[in-house]
């Protein structure tokens, strides 16, 4: 079992070198594709694909070619990943917190309001160019059209999406019958019925999308912690594997070193002198 772990890490880093291609030309696809939404992964998928095939290449060399500081190279990165990662985790769960929708009477969809998310995401979507770039998006995936057909009944009896819920249609406490509504919700005032327009503008489809990002994100955190537990599990054996290079150059704890290309360090021949002294003395 001595070199076991290094077979493990081995099959392992072969397995994601192998997964990093199909990640790489999924990116490469989306930066050729048009649309905008397609266009926000690219580079999040192009920079994890080649960190991928990187790590594992080292950690591959090192584990099955006895390269320590290859498995140096490939330990010293997944350290700086598992920290990122938990990072990354940590700080998912504190941003998706707080959130949620709030249930509208008579209605099976729930509306969104923007003042109910963290600071950071509500900052995001403040950003002008950042929403101009959401809403292009959502222009283009045709979400408001599906509910153009939609008789009045169908808003009392089915569900939307927070996307819909808060671009395509003004809040529903708006009362456009009124002569004034100086008491109504600001999004009423900036609600359009030309597809175009509809309520892309509203505070209320910031918060839809900030709910959909919300959704996401959480589900994404959950699968790190998932990850994260595999790729400790990893380190683990790779540190093992490390440590089976190493005895490779001087094996002095089990016996003499048979390797006769590799050259030993200082330390193995201070333990051979001690050794050669101990068996003159008895």
Not at 187 to 214: H, I
Request: aromatic share 14%.
């Amino acid at each position: 079992m001595y070199r076991f772990s290094n077979t493990v890490i081995g099959f392992l880093n072969l397995f994601t070198l192998l997964a990093s291609i199909p990640i790489i030309g999924g990116g490469l696809w989306m930066a050729k594709s048009s649309t905008t939404c397609e266009g926000f992964l690219q580079t999040p998928l192009l920079v994890v694909g080649f960190v991928v095939l990187i790590v594992s290449l080292a950690g591959f060399i090192g584990a099955c070619f006895n390269v320590p500081w290859a498995l140096w190279v490939y330990l010293l990165v997944m350290l700086v990943l598992i920290g990122t990662l938990l990072s990354l985790t940590i700080f998912g769960f504190v941003v998706t917190s707080q959130g949620g929708g709030v249930d509208v009477p008579g209605r099976v969809y729930k509306e969104y309001r923007l003042q109910d998310f963290s600071e950071w995401l509500k900052n995001r979507v403040k950003d002008p160019q950042y929403w101009r770039t959401i809403r292009s998006c959502i222009l283009g995936s045709k979400t408001c059209s599906k509910l153009a057909s939609w008789t009045p009944l169908d808003y009392l009896e089915k569900d939307m999406s927070p996307v819909q819920s808060g671009c395509c249609k003004p809040p529903t406490s708006c009362n456009y019958a009124m002569a004034t509504m100086m008491s109504q919700d600001p999004d009423c005032y900036k609600w359009n019925n030309a597809m175009p327009f509809l309520c892309y503008e509203c505070d209320s489809c910031k918060a839809g999308v900030l709910e959909d990002v919300r959704r996401d994100w959480r589900k994404l955190s959950v699968l790190n912690v998932v990850i994260l537990v595999f790729l400790i599990s990893i380190y683990s054996i790779g540190c093992c594997a490390f440590r089976n290079s190493r005895r490779s150059e001087t094996d002095h704890p089990y016996g003499e070193n048979r390797m006769s290309k590799v050259r030993p360090r200082w330390d193995y021949y201070w333990w051979r002198w001690l050794h050669d002294r101990r068996e003159q003395l008895y």
